[in-house]
């Protein structure tokens, strides 16, 4: 068990830009999460997978947001044309069959400049 | 009214004392109830959930639930400083009432800090 593993930890981009973010969960759970936590506040739900069929995205995400989960494996997050408030840092989370007991990763911490 | 609540403090603690966390939330069909610490620059990580009314105890956790009043609470007893985190609060509704049964809402956190 080498625990959720998110890349990269750090992004830098300017306004407009388009990024990816990736998440490896751990190798046994088949269900997956994006949260968004900006300083000073909790975790916010953005989406969730299980195995490879996204079931909720959150109603606070623009369509600007897309996030997929192909083979049920790993998967990636996209913000296309990014704004100053999407600056965040971006949780992956994996659970086991037990939904609530989330295994976070380290995150990717975004700046948009 | 913001559907988890918690004092985002800085609650602050001598090394040894009871540290006492509390959240309050707003939806009577919340299920599952959960802390989780978060050290600065870190990923939030589970310490202790909760299922039913009453005390659940885990070496030096006690987390404490009580649907009746919509409340949850955290125990730290002999407080360290490697206890200074931030403590989230955080609830599920559950299958049976009609919500999503995978979705955390978090509270905003409480930072704890344990002097020496």
């Known amino acids: 068990d080498t625990g959720v593993s998110q890349n990269p930890r750090h992004k830098i981009t300017k306004r407009g830009q388009n990024v990816t973010f990736r998440c490896d969960p751990i190798?046994?759970?088949?269900?997956l999460y994006w949260y968004r936590q900006t300083l000073g506040q909790g975790p916010e739900f953005l989406t969730y997978?299980?195995?490879?069929?996204?079931?909720?995205k959150s109603r606070l995400l623009s369509d600007r947001f897309s996030a997929e989960r192909p083979k049920g494996s790993f998967s990636t997050l996209e913000i296309q044309r990014t704004e100053q408030g999407d600056s965040a840092m971006y949780l992956c989370?994996?659970?086991?069959?037990?939904?609530?007991?989330?295994?976070f990763g380290s995150g990717t911490q975004l700046s948009v400049l | 009214q913001k559907e988890v609540e918690q004092n985002s403090g800085p609650l602050s603690v001598p090394e040894g004392a009871i540290a006492s966390l509390n959240c309050t939330y707003s939806?009577?069909?919340?299920?599952?109830f959960f802390w989780y610490r978060q050290y600065s620059g870190k990923s939030p990580e589970l310490i202790m959930s909760?299922?039913?009314?009453g005390d659940k105890e885990d070496g030096r956790f006690t987390a404490q639930l009580n649907k009746a009043s919509q409340y949850v609470s955290l125990l730290i007893r002999d407080s360290q400083p490697s206890d200074s985190a931030t403590y989230l609060c955080?609830?599920?509704?559950?299958?049976?009432?009609?919500?999503?049964?995978?979705?955390?809402?978090f509270g905003k956190g409480t930072l704890l800090t344990v002097n020496p």
């Open positions: 989370a994996s659970s086991p069959k037990v939904p609530e007991k989330l295994f």
């Open positions: 190798s046994e759970h088949n269900r």
């Open positions: 997978f299980q195995n490879e069929a996204q079931l909720e």
């Open positions: 939806d009577r069909g919340s299920q599952s």
């Open positions: 909760i299922y039913s009314n």
């Open positions: 955080a609830v599920n509704r559950g299958w049976d009432s009609g919500g999503s049964n995978y979705k955390l809402t």
